[in-house]
């Protein structure tokens, strides 16, 4: 059974941080997990993933402001996004991924959820 739940988001100001939610089955949860955003015009980016273990990579534009972390548990994934700016405005996905980070379910993405910042 595929659950990928992605919430959190929200409209902001520059300077602004949001917190994003990825609530998976538990199958699915087991795998490294990761977020992606997609902004119009653009094509699809990982911004951050973090393994079963926990151990965390980040595309280079995030790396210092967003902070990934999954709570085993609950099957939630997290990231915290802190110092948006209007680069940083799209829709964010999350994913189950293999160890090379390409995704269990290229086809199947949900609604995603929408960050917008903006002055």
């Known amino acids: 059974q595929v659950q990928l739940v992605a919430s959190g988001g929200g409209s902001v100001h520059p300077g602004g941080s949001l917190r994003l939610s990825c609530v998976a089955s538990?199958?699915?949860?087991?795998?490294?997990m990761g977020w992606f955003r997609q902004a119009p015009g653009k094509q699809r980016e990982l911004v951050a993933a973090i393994s079963s273990g926990g151990s965390t990579h980040y595309e280079a534009s995030v790396k210092g402001r967003f902070t990934i972390s999954r709570d085993n548990a609950k099957n939630t994934m997290s990231l915290q996004m802190n110092s948006l700016n209007p680069e940083d405005t799209s829709v964010y996905y999350c994913n189950a991924l293999y160890s090379d980070y390409t995704t269990f379910f290229p086809d199947y993405w949900g609604q995603g959820t929408q960050v917008t910042v903006s002055s």
């Open positions: 538990a199958s699915i949860f087991s795998n490294t």
